[in-house]
């Protein structure tokens, strides 16, 4: 069981995740991962002050795995936000039309 | 088009303003995220899987190149350079701040646009015939009529705490283009007799987790009575509609089950008490709502007809678009032009900031300063000049906006999905990319004909796939996407909720069912005119299902 | 700790008592069997509001229940007692009284407030009231018309 803290940040709504200094950053790669219950609970704790304290919103915990190339989180849902949408956009989705289409 | 006067401008001013001091009240702990939500989504703010996601109205889905510019201009400035235009003919942006959001709103309120209302328990942007005004087929000009209920719906006091949310859509045409038996109120523009102008109201329509299709509450509702009987149908749902079960709180479940006689009866028992009130719609403010609507001067351009016919002649990818993307135009020397935003593996209903400053442009040059976006995430010019067509289509061509595909099966309605969407089970756009490219080719997309394919990556059906032709629902199983065919919806004049075929399809296999489902329909159909949806209601469910799960499934 | 406000400030006097702090009003169904005078009766939000209606002369206060924030029925209750039953006593919201629906509740007739949040209570003790001015619906606190069309008015500045 291996668990990661993340949430949206209240100012901006980017997606974030704690790392081990407590600090919400923008990547999954570094966030701090909770291997047992104890740790899980402190999560959820810290989860819950940030909310408290307007920091963040939409707070969860969720599963990952931990893989040679980094953590992988379980659902897709949570992959598509710690990677980005999966399909091209704006002008990168002009390219890739216009491409296919040559 | 309408154009506020000081009053509405006023108003959008006091409204940005007590937004923006919302946010300074959340942002400092004055208000907790539970009760700002409410309070954001009714001006148009969500927070989604990267971002905050910002929905701004474009009421009945009617813009001016002005508008489309600042849109354009928002796109670039704080978004990523990109917008994507919605179902209900609004469009929002995927990556805004909360903290530049009241800066968008008064940017947005000088040039009369706004953010109010296109989400929350509230009554939603008023949506109509993306064609209104111009439409050969047309009785009367829905818009007028959806500018008075944009206006009196505005911060209702009443009635913005509702149940749930609540969509409104007008049609002036006997051919719904506006989908309004899938609303909870539908109006359809009629005249009586006398020649007056009136509403069949229908009530009780609508998509989501329980699709139901609306029913008729009135024959004719005089205009006068518009918004007296409107508020009636408000002040009952409000105080009698569900509010234990979120997935029970739409007017269609109340209207399923208190019984329609029942509670139109109580509907018109509210009204008897409001009709001659205040609210009842005096004639001189009709005629002056629908004087902002008058069609523009329309010169004659007769020499178009002989120069269209040369122009097809010569380039059969002109002549293609024609045929799909222009439509008859009350003037005969003009045509309505629909602009595709689904080119071919492309995500429907993007635009770039840059595409969006060209379309301003043309509009100007071509199309009478309109444009319109359509609730299948198209835009449209309404009024261009045949004798226009191959110039206006020249410079589209070479910005990736002439994909002659209007109608046809790639030009899909698809909802964010999970690429974007909090709520979202599945995703969307891969999909709908891989069907567009299935079907690119553009002869294979002319034999096929006519054929609505809509995907939603959740059961709420942002996507409409209860009522596409062929619908895609997107769900979760087992922590992987699974795919689920609907056949046999339709959101037009006979709309209907498609049957689900069976079991679902994961995201390899989608594609290939999709293309079994429709080399079935052109095995079956009796000549090259009989379209998908009529070949299904000819036969049925099962000989699709049989195509697509064999023989012993289908019995 | 609740407080009671008005548009005049936060009133030191409460005849009735605090609902969140236990204060019994009459239910509906009692305030019709009751023949008493200078009544207070509370309305939950699944009541009907007519079925008050001979009864009115004999009530003083009709508390309307805003049970959640995101419950608005009690906006309808309190039109319908205002505009269709001619109440003219005291209407008070109480419940999850919250400064974002103050403005709304008093368009709709509501006008004393029950307010327990401490952030409602700050700003409305600062004069702090975000409504909006110009209205594009007739409200019950007797807004004026505005020169314009017949579904617009100002609010009401006193």
Same mark, same amino acid.
């Given at each position: ?9 209240? $100012? ?91 | ?41 009714? &001006? ?76 929350? &328990? ?90 139901? $299709? ?23 749902? &409000? ?138 995430? &198209? ?33 899909? $309605? ?142 | ?158």
């Amino acid at each position: 069981m291996s668990k990661v803290l993340t949430a949206n940040k209240l $100012i901006d709504g980017n997606s974030v995740w704690l790392n081990a200094q407590g600090e919400w950053i923008e990547t999954i790669a570094d966030a701090f991962i909770a291997r047992h219950d104890e740790a899980v609970a402190a999560l959820e704790e810290t989860g819950k002050k940030a909310v408290s304290d307007n920091l963040v919103v939409d707070v969860a915990v969720i599963d990952v795995k931990e893989t040679e190339l980094g953590i992988w989180p379980i659902r897709l849902r949570e992959r598509i936000r710690s990677h980005g949408p999966s399909v091209a956009y704006g002008y990168e989705a002009l390219v890739q039309e216009q491409t296919q289409a040559a | 088009m309408y154009r506020y006067d000081e009053f509405d401008h006023a108003f959008v001013k006091e409204r940005v303003a007590q937004f923006r001091d919302q946010v300074e009240r959340r942002v400092s702990g004055d208000i907790t995220e539970d009760a700002f939500k409410p309070l954001r989504l009714m &001006n148009g703010l969500y927070l989604q899987l990267h971002a905050y996601m910002l929905r701004i109205a474009v009421p009945y889905g009617t813009m001016s190149p002005v508008q489309m510019r600042k849109l354009a201009h928002i796109a670039r400035t704080y978004d990523r350079g990109y917008g994507h235009f919605t179902t209900r003919q609004n469009i929002q942006f995927n990556w805004p701040k909360l903290s530049d959001i009241p800066d968008i709103l008064e940017e947005l309120a000088s040039v009369e646009m706004h953010a109010i209302q296109t989400s929350g &328990n509230c009554i939603r942007n008023v949506t109509t015939d993306q064609f209104a005004g111009a439409a050969a087929d047309e009785i009367a000009d829905p818009r007028p009529y959806a500018e008075i209920l944009r206006q009196w719906s505005s911060v209702h006091p009443e009635f913005s705490f509702l149940p749930r949310k609540f969509k409104i859509a007008v049609t002036g045409a006997p051919h719904d283009r506006a989908a309004i038996q899938v609303h909870d109120i539908g109006l359809q523009l009629v005249k009586n007799e006398d020649d007056e102008i009136g509403f069949k109201v229908y009530i009780g329509g609508g998509q989501g987790r329980t699709p139901m $299709i609306a029913k008729k509450v009135r024959d004719f509702l005089p205009e006068e009575d518009l918004l007296t009987y409107v508020t009636a149908i408000m002040r009952v749902y &409000n105080l009698n509609g569900r509010r234990d079960n979120k997935y029970k709180a739409r007017i269609k479940i109340l209207v399923h089950e208190t019984g329609l006689d029942e509670l139109k009866a109580q509907i018109e028992a509210e009204w008897q008490h409001l009709k001659d009130t205040d609210l009842k719609l005096p004639d001189a403010d009709i005629e002056a709502i629908t004087k902002y609507f008058e069609k523009p001067n329309l010169a004659d351009r007769a020499e178009g007809w002989a120069q269209l016919a040369q122009w097809k002649k010569a380039d059969a990818a002109f002549s293609g678009w024609i045929q799909q993307n222009v439509g008859p135009h009350q003037h005969p020397d003009y045509g309505t032009v629909t602009i595709s935003l689904k080119p071919i593996g492309g995500v429907p209903g993007d635009a770039t900031d840059a595409q969006m400053d060209l379309i301003a442009d043309l509009a100007e040059e071509f199309g009478h300063h309109e444009i319109r976006v359509t609730h299948e995430q &198209n835009l449209v010019f309404p009024h261009v000049a045949l004798a226009d067509l191959e110039p206006l289509y020249r410079v589209l061509a070479a910005n990736g906006l002439a994909t002659g595909n209007a109608g046809l099966v790639t030009d899909i $309605i698809a909802c964010p999905g999970l690429d974007y969407c909090a709520l979202a089970n599945a995703r969307s756009i891969p999909v709908a990319q891989e069907i567009s490219n299935r079907f690119g080719d553009a002869e294979r997309q002319k034999t096929i004909g006519e054929l609505k394919i809509k995907i939603s990556g959740c059961i709420n059906a942002c996507g409409h796939h209860h009522v596409g032709h062929i619908g895609i629902l997107g769900v979760e199983k087992k922590g992987t996407e699974l795919y689920q065919i609907t056949l046999g919806g339709s959101a037009d004049e006979n709309t209907s909720v498609g049957q689900i075929m069976g079991p679902g399809f994961e995201p390899e296999a989608i594609t290939d069912a999709i293309e079994k489902v429709i080399d079935t329909y052109l095995e079956l159909r009796v000549s090259d005119d009989e379209t998908f949806i009529e070949t299904y209601r000819r036969l049925g469910m099962k000989p699709f299902k049989t195509a697509l799960y064999g023989e012993k499934t289908a019995a | 700790m609740s407080k009671i406000w008005t548009k005049t400030g936060f009133q030191s006097e409460n005849e009735w008592g605090f609902l969140s702090e236990g204060a019994e009003y009459l239910s509906v169904e009692d305030a019709k069997g009751s023949s008493d005078t200078n009544l207070a009766v509370r309305v939950e939000p699944a009541d009907d509001v007519h079925a008050l209606s001979d009864k009115l002369e004999n009530i003083a206060l009709i508390a309307v229940n805003f049970s959640a924030f995101a419950d608005g029925r009690a906006f309808s209750h309190a039109a319908l007692l205002r505009d269709r039953l001619g109440f003219k006593g005291e209407v008070r919201a109480f419940g999850q009284v919250l400064l974002d629906q103050v403005p709304l509740m008093l368009r709709c007739g509501i006008d004393s407030f029950e307010v327990s949040d401490e952030a409602t209570i700050k700003h409305l003790d600062a004069g702090h009231i975000p409504g909006i001015e110009h209205h594009y619906q007739p409200s019950m606190n007797e807004p004026a018309k505005a020169n314009s069309y017949s579904w617009r008015y100002m609010a009401n500045s006193g």
